[in-house]
Every structure is written in C-alpha cells, then in structure tokens.
C-alpha cells in the first residue's frame, strides 16, 4: 500500500484550517504498525499550547465501544448471557412498556433497539444525577417504537449497560473497563472523567463556534453517563485501541476470537438512506457502525460532547485503523479527514469531503431558518395571555425529566431552569411562550394549562419531538411533603353516613370512601391537596385546636367532615 504522510497531513491541515477546529489528533495504524501519530494545532488557543499525540481529548460516544466490549468480557466469563432478559440481572429495571421490560436483553440495550428516541434532556439538563437515579427514570419516558422494531439512537440504555457491569460483579463501570480493557492494552494516558483529564499537563481546551467566532465553552462533566460517553483519550492511547479491534492483541483481552466477532457483527439494520452513492446503508453491530465506503467494509463511531467531536474507524479489510479527535464541538472535521484520508489510502481519486458536508451545513441553515419563519408566520401576535405572569411562576415536575423552575425577573419577563439548564421566557401567543436554553440551540414551545379551578397547574414542552410532548405538573413548596405534615392529616373524618378515611401513602395523601372512591392527592397549597390524576377533585383541611375538618370536592359534589381520631 502506498502511503504518502505528507498528503495526509496537509489534508488534516486544510481540514482543521476550513472548520475553524483549534487542535486535531490523528491516529493512523496499517498492518499492525502505527504509521502517524500526531497532534496539529492548538489545544489551547489563549496560551497557544500546541496539541501532541498525548494530548487528550474527550471521545464522547466512541466510549460505547469500550462498554460493548465490557459486556463481551461478562459473556465469555460466563457471567451474563447476551439474549438473558436486563430484568433477570437487575430486577428494579423498568421501562414504560411492561413487556420491554420483561423483555429487552443485554444486546437490545447496546444496538438502540429498546423502541425508546433519544429522551436526552433527562441527564444532559441534570449531570448531578447518579446511574441509579438515571435507572429510575427510565419508567416514566414514553416510548416512541415497540421493542426491536427499529434503529433509534439511545444513550440511557448504555447507562444501564455500565449499571448492569456493576450489578455482576460489584465493580463500577469505569474500575471494570480500567482493569480490564485499558490496563491490559496498556492505555494508561486514558480517564474517564474531564476532572481528571484537566489534571493533566497535556490536555484541550473545549470550543464552539458561533457564526464566524470561535469562543471557549465549558466542560460538560458526564460522570453519571460515562458508559455511553465520558472517556477521554489522546491519539497514541486509541492508536491500541485500534490495533485490538484489528486483531493484533485480542489475547490481551479477550480468550477467544469469537467475542471480538460478535462486537463486530451488524444486529440492528439503520433505515436512514446513504447520503451518497459511495456509501452504503448502515448497520449497527455492539457500539460500532457497519457500512461500506467506496466498495470497503468500514466499522465506527463518532463522538459529540460539549466542545468535543471525535471519529474511531477501522477497515478490517485492508488492516486500516483511523482515529480523528478534535476539540471543536459538532464539528464535521474528523468526518471529513475520515474520509479523505481512506480515499488516499484506498488509492482512489478523493473526493471534495469539505465542500460536501458544507453543502450539508448549509441546508441544515436553511431549514433552521424555514423553522423560524414558519414559527413567527403561525404566531397571533395580539393573543394576549390569559394570567398574570405570576400565575405562571413556581416549580414543575415530571418524574422522568426532573424539575422545571419558572420565576419572574423584574423586567418583567420569565426565567426558566430545566434542572441545572437556565434560560429565558418569552410569550410567544396565548398561554405559549418560547423558552431559549443556553446550551440549546432553538427555543422550545412551552403551553401552560388552567385547570378547571383557574389554576395554572402544568406546563407541556416537546422535548421529545417524536413522542407524546413532555408534562409538567406544578408541585407544591417541599416542606408541604414533610412527613410530619402529611401525617397531621391522617385519621377518620365523618360526614353524615359516609366515612373518609385518610391515610399517608409515601409523598401523597390517600383518600377512601369505602365502595365510592379511592384517590391519592398531593399538596397544592398549605392544607390544600389536589387529586394526583384530576385536578377536578381537591380537598381542604381546616385546622383548629379542637379538630380539623375536610372538605372533599369534585366537579359536582362536595362532602364537608370532621375528624374523630387523630
């Protein structure tokens, strides 16, 4: 095979050059042998460090490979099967589907097969969450696709993956790939925290670029989703990394050529239809991307994480291994270098890759554009909003996205937070208003809803475009959940001939009528409880020294009585 480096770097270089991208770390392994190695650019542009192959840079979700592999390691130990439902392992499991949950298998949750969309504002508005809060949420997410029926990219699941290492064997994730993937490939310049990365001597700084600026942006600490994308790396490390899928140091790992097939292996056809006639259409083997270029069977994956954008490929074919890392975020840079740098080593003519996904940037532009217009086209400029703005104001929550806190500034506009996401109200017409987060790039619609009482009591936002849009429902100040609060309501209250009996079931109120009615409510306001499923039906405690009496309603009844015992 005839390689020329010096084309090869320059093609990097008129890359990074035409993106704007600060640093470049590039890989190139052939034949068993680290043909380049190499940092271009500068990893920190303030203090004009240059990049070297050490430097590192985060991977994003070209970490998933290290997971799949973790998995691989359980399987041929003999202490996981691949096709054994999640639940046997860990029995807490639970998706919003029951028979997902019964049925999804270790395999399901590595190729996207679990019918779920992305549902990623769940963890990438609340880093501080652990995997086992993450776990715990996955009930309440709405699927958008039955089990297996089709391709959808989804990172929660590789967290369940990463959960299910620590269930087996009572090592976390990252002591389990440390130990058992990078120790053993002698990848010792990898980590799986940025923390630990800025502890370095040799590491990037993350960049964005807005318009024609390039500015600094901020680490994203993605601790709690590490299995599906925290690892960070420099090029000499991923250099190893590359050679053992190649099959040049399998025995470090793994016991038997079988295991690294099956990584290998496409599971999941991908339906999105090639963007050009040299590519084929995708499969999705366990945390790689099967597809032809130009006649060559490829395997890889990208990587995006705030700042960062990384490509990991190899062609089995012609024992190639290419890895691109690149500290500027969403850049389509690694892809472009990717594939010029296999035109050259394939020996064909290379193709404009540049002007390609440029042309791609640019059609995206437009549609954004469209988007807007057609959004502004669609607004009733005069349809005022039907409450004040401080009716609006106060805490929301949905049991899978967390917590919506909605304040008012003093120029009157709105403040929002999605958890640890901050951002800005606008009304937009009638009771919608744009919410603009700093980290996303286009508002969201957010429609408040009255109950029938005139109370603005929830809010629904699409932050899943292909499922139902997400609701949230005011919640209460916490100390309305204290314990010792509820529990003050609990007893025996007598109305007439009918007895309601009030009981405390975990943060609610239960509420039963022998024969009539059973329902749990949650605070609304201080003695004030509304039904957790209707808003039509709420109840009012007055309390005195003497007693305290309720007073339950709904649309058209009431029933007013006094508690007997205490």
């Known amino acids: 095979m005839n390689i020329d480096i010096e084309a090869i770097e320059n093609w990097v270089e008129e890359t990074r050059h035409r993106w704007k991208v600060p640093a470049i770390g590039l890989a190139l392994v052939i034949n068993g042998k680290e043909e380049l190695l190499r940092g271009f650019g500068q990893r920190d542009l303030d203090l004009a460090l240059p990049a070297t192959e050490s430097t590192l840079f985060a991977i994003g979700s070209c970490t998933k490979a290290f997971t799949a592999t973790a998995l691989a390691l359980l399987v041929e130990r003999g202490l996981m099967q691949w096709n054994v439902p999640v639940k046997e392992y860990i029995p807490s499991f639970e998706l919003y589907d029951r028979d997902a949950s019964a049925k999804i298998t270790p395999v399901d949750l590595l190729i996207h097969s679990s019918g779920l969309p992305r549902h990623d504002l769940v963890w990438y508005s609340a880093p501080q969450l652990s995997r086992k809060d993450l776990l715990s949420r996955l009930r309440y997410l709405e699927p958008s696709k039955d089990l297996r029926s089709a391709w959808q990219y989804q990172n929660l699941m590789y967290v369940v993956a990463g959960y299910l290492i620590q269930e087996l064997t009572g090592m976390t994730w990252e002591d389990f790939v440390l130990t058992h993937i990078l120790k053993p490939l002698g990848m010792s310049n990898t980590n799986f925290s940025v923390r630990v990365s800025q502890l370095s001597t040799d590491y990037a700084l993350p960049y964005v670029q807005e318009n024609e600026a390039v500015r600094r942006t901020d680490f994203f600490d993605l601790d709690a989703m590490g299995p599906a994308g925290s690892i960070n790396s420099c090029v000499r490390d991923m250099a190893k990394w590359l050679l053992f899928h190649l099959g040049y140091s399998t025995h470090e790992i793994f016991g038997s050529t079988s295991s690294l097939e099956k990584l290998h292996t496409p599971h999941m056809p991908i339906s999105t239809p090639p963007r050009y006639e040299e590519l ?287």
């Open 280 to 566: 084929s259409y995708q499969d999705y083997c366990l945390g790689w991307v099967s597809q032809t270029y130009r006649g060559r069977r490829l395997l890889y994956h990208g990587g995006n994480i705030d700042g960062f954008s990384a490509l990991t490929s190899f062609c089995p074919e012609l024992s190639i291994g290419l890895v691109v890392l690149s500290n500027m975020g969403q850049s389509p840079a690694p892809q472009a270098i990717t594939f010029g740098i296999y035109d050259r080593l394939f020996g064909m003519s290379p193709l404009d890759w540049n002007a390609r996904l440029e042309s791609e940037q640019e059609q995206s532009r437009k549609m954004t554009t469209l988007g807007r217009e057609f959004r502004e086209k669609d607004r009733k400029p005069d349809a005022a909003h039907s409450h004040s703005l401080e009716d609006y104001t106060g805490t929301y929550s949905h049991p899978g996205y967390g917590t919506l806190q909605i304040s008012q500034e003093e120029d009157g506009s709105l403040s929002v937070r999605l958890n640890e996401l901050s951002g800005r109200g606008a009304h937009y017409h009638y009771n919608t208003f744009l919410l603009e987060f700093e980290k996303l790039p286009s508002p969201l619609p957010a429609t408040f809803t009255a109950n029938s009482r005139g109370i603005v009591d929830r809010v629904s936002i699409p932050l899943e475009a292909s499922v139902s849009e997400v609701v949230f429902r005011r919640r209460a100040a916490e100390e309305l959940y204290d314990r010792s609060y509820l529990q003050s309501f609990v007893g025996d209250y007598i109305a007439e001939s009918k007895t309601v009996t009030v009981t405390l079931d975990r943060d609610a109120l239960r509420l039963v009528i022998p024969g009539e009615l059973d329902i749990s409510m949650i605070p609304e306001n201080l003695n004030t409880f509304v039904a957790i499923n209707t808003s039509s039906i709420y109840a009012e405690f007055a309390v005195s020294e003497e007693t305290t009496r309720l007073i339950l309603a709904g649309p058209e009844w009431a029933i007013e009585a006094q508690r007997t015992t205490a």
